[in-house]
T-cell receptor, first 117, second 110 residues
Framework: GAVVSQHPSRVICKSGTSVKIECRSLDFQATTMFWYRQFPKQSLMLMATSNEGSKATYEQGVEKDKFLINHASLTLSTLTVTSAHPEDSSFYIC?????????????FGPGTRLTVL | SQQGEEDPQALSIQEGENATMNCSYKTSINNLQWYRQNSGRGLVHLILIRSNEREKHSGRLRVTLDTSKKSSSLLITASRAADTASYFCAYSNSGYALNFGKGTSLLVTP
C-alpha cells in the first residue's frame, strides 16, 4: 500500500514553455502533498506544501507564480513550471501524507527529471 | 536553514562490513526518519524513530537517536552491494514538512 506515482518520469522541453507534473496517491487519500526539488548530488529541498482544496504554502525563495501548484482532489496534485528556463532543470519529487495525528510519514513518488534546453 | 548535516558525505566499504552514517539537526523534532535513494530514483522510507525513542531496529538497520545532542545514526550491518545508494535523514519540528539532511553516499563493493 501507500503508493505514489508521478507523471511524466522524464521531460525535456524548450526554454519558455510550461511543463505540468502530476503526483497521484494510488491507494490512499492524501490530505497533504509536498513538492521537493533536488539538484544533482544534493539533498531534497522543500518547495511547497499543498492541502486539498486550499492554496499551497510556498517555502521562502520559491516563486509561486513560477511554480503553480494545484491540489484539486485527495489523490492528485499538480506542479506546473511556467516559462521554464535551463536553471529550472532539476529532479522534482512529490510526496503524500494521509495526515492525522502522530507520525508524519510521507510516501514519495519516483520523481520527474526535467531538462530545459 | 534548517537543513540537517550528515557525515560522512561519502562512504566506501566492502561487502560484509558495517556502515554507519550520522545525522545532526538543529531544532526540536517530533520524529526522525531515514530514507534511501538509488541514483536518479525516488526515495524509499527505511525507518522512523520517535523523539521519545532511543534505538530502533529493522532487519539489518539500527537507528539511534540522541535528542540531547540533536543527532541520529544509521547503522547498516553486513552490507551488500545492493545497499549502494544515498541515505538521507529527515525530520520535522512542526506540521508535516520534512527537512532533509545533505545525505551520505554509500558505495559497497563486492
Amino acid at each position: 500500500g501507500a503508493v505514489v506515482s508521478q507523471h511524466p518520469s522524464r521531460v525535456i522541453c524548450k526554454s519558455g514553455t510550461s511543463v505540468k507534473i502530476e503526483c497521484r496517491s494510488l491507494d490512499f487519500q492524501a490530505t497533504t502533498m509536498f513538492w521537493y526539488r533536488q539538484f544533482p548530488k544534493q539533498s531534497l529541498m522543500l518547495m511547497a506544501t499543498s492541502n486539498e482544496g486550499s492554496k499551497a504554502t510556498y517555502e521562502q525563495g520559491v516563486e509561486k507564480d513560477k511554480f503553480l501548484i494545484n491540489h484539486a482532489s485527495l489523490t492528485l496534485s499538480t506542479l506546473t513550471v511556467t516559462s521554464a528556463h535551463p536553471e529550472d532543470s532539476s529532479f522534482y519529487i512529490c510526496s503524500a501524507s494521509s495526515g492525522g495525528a502522530g507520525d508524519n510519514e510521507q510516501f514519495f513518488g519516483p520523481g520527474t527529471r526535467l531538462t530545459v534546453l | 536553514s534548517q537543513q540537517g548535516e550528515e557525515d560522512p558525505q561519502a562512504l566506501s566499504i566492502q561487502e560484509g562490513e558495517n556502515a554507519t552514517m550520522n545525522c545532526s539537526y538543529k531544532t526540536s523534532i517530533n520524529n526522525l526518519q531515514w530514507y534511501r535513494q538509488n541514483s536518479g530514483r525516488g526515495l524509499v522510507h527505511l525507518i522512523l524513530i520517535r523523539s521519545n525513542e532511543r534505538e530502533k531496529h529493522s532487519g539489518r538497520l539500527r537507528v539511534t537517536l540522541d535528542t540531547s545532542k540533536k543527532s541520529s545514526s544509521l547503522l547498516i550491518t553486513a552490507s551488500r552491494a545492493a545497499d549502494t545508494a544515498s541515505y538521507f535523514c529527515a525530520y520535522s519540528n512542526s506540521g508535516y514538512a520534512l527537512n532533509f539532511g545533505k545525505g551520505t553516499s554509500l558505495l559497497v563493493t563486492p
